[in-house]
């Protein structure tokens, strides 16, 4: 089933539309109980619970995933006397309950949740598929220049692609050969943390000394936002959740123009930041009508071999390599990675701009101009040679700190070089989707 988003005046932030539940004939008995098709939301989240337990009385933990994004990790803490009394030999089975309000600013705005539980180590089993939309939210015309989100992964030309863009006076990007300055990621996150559920409550109750403790602590169950009466639960969860986010993006907006102030750029239309795929750069596409957004990749299999080799290089292990145990297990993660990236591209792209690695690095001129065509801001060809010039001044001292191979042109298909035959056979299987998505071979 595939809703439309409710987008209308009054209609109900979060709107449920399928819930498909699983059948279980092995050693796990679950049930998620709520939501049900047709029922909203708790203002902007998600209402889930439900019970779950293991009949050999081994360990169980609720999962709570959007596509390849893990969302929440839950412990079964709900008394539940009923389940109790219909499994009396299990151990466990009095607190086999699980209740949450899943906050929904960060999902799409047609979503599909999968709740699973997990067995003793590693035994996943689907409890549930949960199908539901949110509402869009309203864009502020922004006092400062419009965020332009170069969405990317590590080792892909982000630095070279953040330098072109902070060179032109009409883009504003805080030095990026020396810093990483993502203001609207910044008051974003801030702002998504004071909209949560968690969060709002401590509005109510604040006697907490936790620090820090305006965040809130724990997953808020769905029963105590239930115990509110609805105006209470729109004044914590409603219209002042999409006030905070707008306010957000306005101070980012705001920052940059100070930001350009104190770089001598007097008419910035752009402030450029990268981003990572998820719910950051689709909430600014939301929030800020002018907003506009590049992705950048490279054949994933170099970014593999380029992390790689990177790790090498600094003597330890980063991108996520440090979380696993082997290079084929890191071979997995990116693919999850890669594949979110697509699922992006295919979500925005009809509004965005593709700049491949590969055409980067073979001639930043001609990408460059690309760019400046797209943001529609004149720029002449002599022009564009000039902004090259300097970003590649400003590159040059930096250059052996971040490359892996002494020439630009040899890190494009290293992968056939750097990695062990098997490494190679995986990863253009596991790539073989967003490859196909980005126009690679």
Same mark, same amino acid.
């Given at each position: 089933m595939n809703a439309a988003p409710a987008s209308a005046v009054g209609a109900p932030a979060v709107q449920i539309h399928e819930v498909e539940l699983a059948e279980h004939d092995g050693r796990l008995h679950a049930k998620l109980e709520r939501p049900t098709a047709g029922e909203p939301g708790l203002g902007f989240c998600v209402p889930l619970s439900g019970w779950?337990?293991?009949?050999?009385?081994?360990? +169980?933990?609720?999962?709570?995933?959007?596509?390849?994004?893990?969302?929440?990790?839950?412990?079964? *803490?709900?008394?539940?006397?009923?389940?109790?009394?219909?499994?009396?030999?299990?151990?466990?089975?009095? *607190?086999?309950?699980?209740?949450?309000?899943?906050?929904?600013?960060?999902?799409?705005?047609?979503?599909?949740?999968?709740?699973?539980?997990?067995?003793?180590?590693?035994?996943?089993?689907?409890?549930?598929? +949960?199908?539901?939309?949110?509402?869009? $939210?309203?864009? $502020?015309?922004?006092?400062?220049p419009a965020p332009l989100m170069v969405t990317t992964l590590g080792r892909s030309g982000s630095t070279l692609m953040m330098t072109l863009l902070s060179v032109h006076p009409a883009i504003v990007a805080f030095r990026p050969v020396g810093y990483d300055s993502r203001p609207f990621a910044y008051q974003l996150e801030a702002a998504i943390g004071l909209a949560s559920a968690a969060s709002r409550m401590r509005l109510l109750d604040s006697t907490s000394r936790r620090e820090p403790w305006w965040l809130g602590g724990e997953p808020v169950p769905m029963e105590a936002l239930r115990a509110l009466d609805d105006p209470l639960r729109e004044l914590l969860l409603g219209a002042p959740v999409e006030r905070l986010l707008r306010s957000a993006v306005d101070q980012a907006a705001a920052f940059a123009r100070e930001l350009a102030a104190g770089e001598k750029q007097t008419e910035v239309r752009y402030a450029a930041e990268k981003s990572r795929s998820g719910h950051l750069p689709r909430l600014v596409s939301e929030l800020c009508a002018d907003s506009r957004e590049i992705f950048l990749v490279r054949d994933f299999r170099d970014v593999l071999a380029s992390m790689l080799a990177f790790n090498a290089k600094r003597g330890y292990a980063a991108f996520g390599r440090e979380h696993v145990d082997s290079d084929e297990q890191f071979v997995h993660?990116?693919?999850? +990675?890669?594949?979110?990236?697509?699922?992006?591209?295919?979500? *925005?792209?009809?509004?965005?701009?593709?700049?491949?690695?590969?055409?980067?690095?073979?001639?930043?001129?001609?990408?460059?101009? *690309?760019?400046?065509?797209?943001?529609?801001?004149? @720029? @002449?060809? @002599?022009? +564009?040679?000039?902004?090259?010039?300097?970003?590649?001044?400003?590159?040059?001292?930096?250059?052996?700190?971040?490359?892996?191979?002494?020439?630009? @042109?040899?890190?494009?298909?290293?992968?056939?070089a750097d990695l062990a035959p098997e490494l190679q056979e995986l990863a253009s299987e596991l790539f073989a989707g967003p490859l196909q998505e980005f126009g690679y071979a």
């Amino acid at each position: 089933m595939n809703a439309a988003p409710a987008s209308a005046v009054g209609a109900p932030a979060v709107q449920i539309h399928e819930v498909e539940l699983a059948e279980h004939d092995g050693r796990l008995h679950a049930k998620l109980e709520r939501p049900t098709a047709g029922e909203p939301g708790l203002g902007f989240c998600v209402p889930l619970s439900g019970w779950a337990l293991a009949r050999d009385d081994a360990p +169980v933990r609720i999962e709570i995933a959007a596509g390849r994004q893990m969302l929440r990790r839950l412990a079964r *803490r709900i008394e539940r006397p009923d389940i109790a009394a219909a499994f009396p030999d299990v151990r466990g089975a009095m *607190r086999s309950g699980f209740s949450i309000a899943l906050d929904a600013v960060k999902l799409p705005r047609v979503f599909e949740l999968h709740i699973s539980a997990i067995v003793g180590e590693a035994e996943r089993t689907t409890i549930a598929r +949960v199908r539901g939309s949110r509402r869009e $939210l309203e864009p $502020l015309p922004l006092d400062g220049p419009a965020p332009l989100m170069v969405t990317t992964l590590g080792r892909s030309g982000s630095t070279l692609m953040m330098t072109l863009l902070s060179v032109h006076p009409a883009i504003v990007a805080f030095r990026p050969v020396g810093y990483d300055s993502r203001p609207f990621a910044y008051q974003l996150e801030a702002a998504i943390g004071l909209a949560s559920a968690a969060s709002r409550m401590r509005l109510l109750d604040s006697t907490s000394r936790r620090e820090p403790w305006w965040l809130g602590g724990e997953p808020v169950p769905m029963e105590a936002l239930r115990a509110l009466d609805d105006p209470l639960r729109e004044l914590l969860l409603g219209a002042p959740v999409e006030r905070l986010l707008r306010s957000a993006v306005d101070q980012a907006a705001a920052f940059a123009r100070e930001l350009a102030a104190g770089e001598k750029q007097t008419e910035v239309r752009y402030a450029a930041e990268k981003s990572r795929s998820g719910h950051l750069p689709r909430l600014v596409s939301e929030l800020c009508a002018d907003s506009r957004e590049i992705f950048l990749v490279r054949d994933f299999r170099d970014v593999l071999a380029s992390m790689l080799a990177f790790n090498a290089k600094r003597g330890y292990a980063a991108f996520g390599r440090e979380h696993v145990d082997s290079d084929e297990q890191f071979v997995h993660q990116l693919a999850g +990675v890669a594949e979110a990236l697509a699922a992006a591209w295919r979500e *925005r792209g009809e509004n965005a701009l593709l700049v491949r690695y590969e055409e980067l690095v073979a001639d930043p001129a001609a990408m460059l101009a *690309r760019v400046v065509d797209y943001l529609k801001l004149e @720029s @002449s060809a @002599s022009e +564009v040679g000039e902004l090259v010039d300097r970003a590649q001044a400003l590159l040059e001292r930096t250059r052996l700190q971040h490359r892996t191979v002494q020439q630009a @042109s040899a890190s494009t298909g290293r992968w056939q070089a750097d990695l062990a035959p098997e490494l190679q056979e995986l990863a253009s299987e596991l790539f073989a989707g967003p490859l196909q998505e980005f126009g690679y071979a």
